[in-house]
């Protein structure tokens, strides 16, 4: 690789910087979801992963000519993030209620 | 190195830095706060992309909503009296590792297949009229799927999450 090259790049921001900071992103949130004990970090992790997927579809909607179908398929993408916190909220209450723990090791049957 | 060049290396840093934060740290609070800065950062960056209506939804729905449920999570779940926010992680270093194999394997493929890519020479407009022109026609299936999901997510989550009454 030539470095020159590369920062004259670097200082030239185009489609695959914002490709780059959402594979960092993405990186980064499956960490998350693969390290944490903590439920709701689990969740932070997705959403995370969620956003970064949704940087790469209004980048390339972006770069491909103003096509605004990569920023409706990020709308439904929200949508469906939105939904999914509110379930898996839902969710995580009724185990805390139960298992009196959001440690995702401990909580490994359906019932007690 | 332009305004437009700037911006967009200030919001990348924003959204890197706080979702580093966010997955590293061991305070749940922490973690909670700084994705909220992540969430601003990707709307900046959405700004940069001329998406502007994504970019108010993302402020609205993920700062708005999304945020504070997780955060009524972290104080429903948590003892916050005894001041003990934290948590743990396990599997840390095979982890990492294959994370950073994973990012950097994504970084390079992205760096030499879209090295080059032209630059848009589209105008600039406000994409609002244009999203809802789009989901009144040709997404319209969807669009309505879509707004059962919440209906269906909406009861869901308040019959999950209510109380039950001493049904053992």
Same mark, same amino acid.
């Given at each position: 690789?030539?470095?020159?090259?590369?920062?004259?790049?670097?200082?030239?921001?185009?489609?695959?910087?914002?490709?780059?900071?959402?594979?960092?992103?993405?990186?980064?949130?499956?960490?998350?979801?693969?390290?944490?004990?903590?439920?709701?970090?689990?969740? *932070?992790?997705?959403?995370?992963?969620?956003?970064?997927?949704?940087?790469?579809?209004?980048?390339?909607?972006?770069?491909?000519?103003?096509?605004?179908?990569?920023?409706?398929?990020?709308?439904?993408?929200?949508?469906?993030?939105?939904?999914?916190?509110?379930?898996?909220?839902?969710?995580?209450?009724?185990?805390?209620?139960?298992?009196?723990?959001?440690?995702?090791?401990?909580?490994?049957?359906?019932?007690? | 190195?332009?305004?437009?060049?700037?911006?967009?290396?200030?919001f990348?840093l924003i959204t890197?830095?706080s979702?580093?934060?966010?997955?590293?740290?061991?305070?749940?609070?922490?973690?909670?706060?700084?994705?909220?800065f992540?969430?601003?950062g990707?709307?900046?960056?959405?700004?940069?992309?001329?998406?502007?209506?994504?970019?108010?939804?993302?402020?609205?729905?993920?700062?708005?909503?999304?945020?504070?449920?997780?955060?009524?999570?972290?104080?429903?779940?948590?003892?916050?009296?005894?001041?003990?926010?934290?948590?743990?992680?396990?599997?840390?270093?095979?982890?990492?590792?294959?994370?950073?194999?994973?990012?950097?394997?994504?970084?390079?493929?992205?760096?030499?297949?879209?090295?080059?890519?032209?630059?848009?020479?589209?105008?600039?407009?406000?994409?609002?009229?244009?999203?809802?022109?789009?989901? *009144?026609?040709?997404? *319209?299936?969807?669009?309505?799927?879509?707004?059962?999901?919440?209906?269906?997510?909406?009861?869901?989550?308040?019959?999950?999450?209510?109380?039950?009454?001493?049904?053992?």
């Amino acid at each position: 690789m030539d470095f020159n090259e590369f920062f004259t790049w670097l200082q030239h921001v185009q489609l695959a910087h914002f490709l780059i900071v959402s594979a960092l992103l993405f990186s980064l949130g499956i960490y998350g979801i693969v390290t944490r004990k903590n439920a709701i970090l689990v969740l *932070m992790g997705i959403e995370l992963v969620l956003n970064a997927a949704n940087i790469n579809l209004v980048a390339f909607s972006r770069y491909g000519g103003m096509n605004l179908d990569g920023q409706v398929a990020a709308v439904f993408v929200i949508i469906l993030a939105a939904a999914e916190a509110a379930i898996a909220l839902a969710i995580i209450l009724n185990i805390y209620h139960r298992f009196q723990t959001v440690n995702i090791d401990e909580v490994s049957a359906l019932k007690e | 190195m332009t305004l437009f060049d700037g911006v967009f290396y200030v919001f990348a840093l924003i959204t890197v830095i706080s979702a580093f934060v966010v997955v590293f740290t061991r305070n749940i609070m922490y973690a909670a706060f700084s994705l909220l800065f992540t969430f601003f950062g990707v709307a900046g960056l959405y700004v940069l992309l001329s998406a502007d209506f994504l970019a108010v939804a993302q402020i609205l729905i993920y700062v708005g909503g999304i945020l504070v449920l997780l955060l009524f999570g972290v104080m429903l779940t948590n003892k916050v009296v005894s001041v003990d926010l934290k948590t743990g992680t396990l599997q840390t270093v095979p982890a990492l590792v294959i994370v950073a194999v994973v990012a950097g394997s994504l970084a390079g493929l992205f760096y030499s297949t879209w090295k080059n890519a032209p630059t848009p020479t589209t105008d600039i407009v406000s994409t609002t009229r244009t999203l809802g022109e789009m989901l *009144m026609t040709g997404y *319209m299936l969807p669009f309505e799927v879509a707004s059962v999901v919440l209906l269906v997510a909406l009861i869901g989550a308040a019959i999950t999450a209510r109380r039950t009454r001493n049904v053992s």
